[in-house]
């Protein structure tokens, strides 16, 4: 085995440096690629031109995933040989792939996001003006998104003619791991606050829980401001103001949604980079999609994949190639060689293609931008975070349940009789909703009620609820002839209700 080998066999791939009397020389990472679809291909090309050029020390393990695999018959859009590459590299570069419609295919980066416990989706937007047009000249924002839960669990079920369901699963573990990352990160990159975006007013429990979680994590870090907004409102805000805002946390969806917001109002949701971190493995990416419209046109602006290679270099110990490369694009811009999508008569030099615009980078390598503000990446290596403890277990009582229930009439008082007959001697029918919406007792009739109807039984008085009794409800149901399609336990956790009443209870 050569040196190389063997040091490398030594070093994990998170932590590819070899010190030799005080001067860090760099070895070779092995990084896995795939180059995607629509102007992947491209954008990758150009990419890995440009950090090549500028003395990143990777070795390239290259993947087909996406469309082709896809319309392959492989639904999952990825080959098992892939995955264990993937695995093994634990470093994974992805241009954009296009998921097609229909046929129930998953997303291939909502699934290796989830695979391999990347749960760290970090997303920075910082406007380059005067030289790339925007309305937000001095917005400097890294989006934190949580990657593994939420609405993304992708669990769905059609339960009625009328209704399909999508569960959020918000785990307080994801919370934690999130909200802590975001702290750490501000705290290395010397940034003072951080804003946590949920929509705890409506969805009390879960974004409730991501919002207790930030309150809690946020008194460890008393050096760095701390904030909460109302998701809607500070959307609006973000789009209006967002110098107003450093570092933002928020789950999924909301992250999804807020940083193409956010990376488009810098001047084109083309420029921006994503990092995908996770414990073991980590992946990068720009935040855009395959643009398939633009596909072989040599016209896309590589600078978003190119940003999430930047996050990559900085990841595996080999800053001083992406500040390097960082500048080089800086001093690009500045020079005002942009691309389509930035291209704009006043602030522009000439309208560039991809491979142009990667070679004027190129050129550049060891410039610095002379306006815009020079990286510098000293303190950038990838974040250690300990890893997440159990919590002791909570004291967990059961109050009663909700069984949901199929049922085409429209009068919840005529659905209150039926369901009283399958009342038990310890559970009572308490309440009727309709999407969430008490309808019974005390409805009102202007309430829109479709076929699918929330029924909650608890038990009278003081008596617990025992859960021998779901069983009993149901066979009572089966033997009524009522359709239910599922139920769901109302615990009280360490002595306090935690399910969502019935709006208007
Ligand atoms: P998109 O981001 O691919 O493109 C939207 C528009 O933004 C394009 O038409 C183009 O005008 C512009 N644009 C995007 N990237 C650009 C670039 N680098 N340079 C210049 N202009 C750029 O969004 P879409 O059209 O909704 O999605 C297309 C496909 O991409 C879908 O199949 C979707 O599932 C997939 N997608 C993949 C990823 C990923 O791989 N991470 C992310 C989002 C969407």
């Given at each position: 085995m050569d040196n190389i080998a063997n040091i490398n066999k030594i070093y994990s791939a998170g932590t590819p440096r070899f010190a030799l009397s005080k001067k860090i020389y760099l070895i070779m990472t092995k990084i896995t690629v795939a180059k995607g679809d629509g102007i992947g291909p491209e954008i990758m090309d150009a990419t890995l031109d440009i950090i090549l050029a500028a003395g990143a020390k990777i070795e390239i393990d290259e993947i087909e995933v996406g469309e082709k695999v896809y319309l392959a018959g492989n639904t999952s859009g990825i080959s098992p040989e892939s995955w264990e590459t993937i695995r093994r590299n634990k470093i994974f570069l992805k241009a954009p792939i296009t998921t097609p419609q229909g046929g129930g295919y998953k997303s291939l980066n909502v699934t290796t996001r989830k695979f391999l416990g990347l749960y760290s989706n970090v997303r920075p937007c910082r406007s380059l003006h005067p030289f790339v047009n925007t309305k937000h000249p001095v917005m400097d924002i890294v989006i934190i998104r949580e990657n593994e839960e939420d609405l993304y669990a992708g669990i769905e079920h059609q339960q009625t003619d009328e209704v399909v369901q999508c569960l959020k699963l918000i785990s307080r573990p994801g919370c934690e791991k999130i909200v802590r990352y975001a702290f750490e990160y501000a705290k290395q990159q010397s940034r003072k606050k951080v804003t946590c975006f949920t929509k705890d007013n409506i969805m009390k429990q879960t974004d409730g829980l991501f919002h207790q979680v930030f309150d809690e994590i946020a008194k460890e870090y008393p050096e760095i401001e701390n904030e909460h907004w109302i998701i809607d409102i500070g959307a609006a805000k973000l789009a209006d103001t967002p110098e107003a805002f450093d570092v933002i946390v928020m789950p999924n969806l909301y992250g999804d949604v807020l940083s193409d917001v956010a990376a488009q109002i810098t001047g084109?949701?083309?420029?921006a980079g994503s990092a995908n971190i996770g414990e073991e493995c980590a992946m990068f990416e720009a935040i855009h999609g395959s643009a398939p419209r633009r596909a072989g046109q040599n016209a896309a602006n590589p600078s978003g994949l190119l940003q999430g290679a930047i996050m990559m270099l900085n990841h595996i110990g080999q800053t001083e190639v992406a500040e390097k490369v960082q500048n080089a694009w800086l001093k690009t811009l500045e020079d005002g060689f942009h691309t389509y999508d930035i291209f704009n008569a006043k602030t522009s030099k000439l309208c560039v293609g991809t491979k142009e615009f990667a070679k004027a980078v190129i050129a550049n390598l060891g410039n610095k931008p002379s306006t815009l503000k020079p990286v510098s990446y000293a303190s950038n290596a990838a974040l250690n975070l300990p890893k997440y403890k159990r919590k002791p277990a909570a004291h967990k009582t059961l109050e009663g349940v909700d069984v949901f229930v199929h049922w085409n009439g429209t009068d919840p008082a005529e659905l209150a009789a039926k369901i009283k007959s399958i009342e038990t001697n310890g559970s009572k029918l308490t309440m009727i909703t309709n999407r969430g919406i008490k309808v019974w007792p005390d409805g009102f009739k202007e309430t829109f009620c479709t076929d699918h109807w929330r029924c909650r039984f608890k038990p009278e008085g003081q008596t617990a609820f025992d859960k021998k009794d779901i069983i009993i409800l149901l066979a009572n149901a089966v033997n009524e002839n009522i359709d239910t399609i599922k139920t769901e336990n109302l615990y009280a956790i360490n002595g306090k209700a935690v399910y969502s009443l019935g709006q208007g209870q």
């Open positions: 084109s949701v083309g420029l």
